[in-house]
């Protein structure tokens, strides 16, 4: 889609490393629950981060109502962070986030949409 939509290296990426770390918090990897929010967030089942992402979506949103630049950006980081938690729950990575949005890169969402109506 992208005309030169070579995927990133974001290898070095803070979300990257991140994503790393989050991997050792899996219970299979000897995540523990009582030294780490993650590995805590893991032990509760699959629903706890998803419900963190909901509780952080919401807080966003009120955060942008009320216009407050700095709580908008503290917020948005507590949203993406559980995004990253909900990706390494199930086996996924940010890179191939990032490799989806390269993939998007030019491409308006109503030409996306337009096309997606054609070609149903
Ligand atoms: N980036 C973050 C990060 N952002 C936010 N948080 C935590 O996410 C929680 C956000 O929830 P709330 O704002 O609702 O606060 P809360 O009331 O304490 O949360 P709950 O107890 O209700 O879940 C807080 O406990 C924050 O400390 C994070 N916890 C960890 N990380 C990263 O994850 C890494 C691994 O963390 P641990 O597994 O805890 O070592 C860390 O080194 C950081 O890089």
């Known amino acids: 889609m992208n005309k030169d939509n070579a995927t990133p290296d974001v290898s070095e ?25 993650v590995a805590k967030l893991f032990s509760k089942g699959p629903d706890a981060a998803l419900k963190k992402i909901g509780e952080e979506a919401t807080e966003l949103v009120m955060a942008a109502k009320d216009g407050q630049p700095e709580r908008i950006v503290s917020e948005m980081a507590d949203l993406w962070f559980h995004c990253l938690v909900v990706l390494t729950e199930n086996g996924l990575r940010p890179e191939q986030v990032v490799a989806e949005l390269a993939r998007r890169e030019g491409v308006s969402g109503l030409q996306e949409k337009a096309s997606r109506l054609k070609n149903p």
Do not use: K
């Not at 994503?19 to 009582?34: I, K, N, V, Y």
């Open 13 to 37: 990426w803070v979300i990257s490393r991140i994503a790393d770390l989050l991997e050792t918090r899996l219970p299979s990897r000897g995540g523990d629950p009582a030294v780490s929010y």
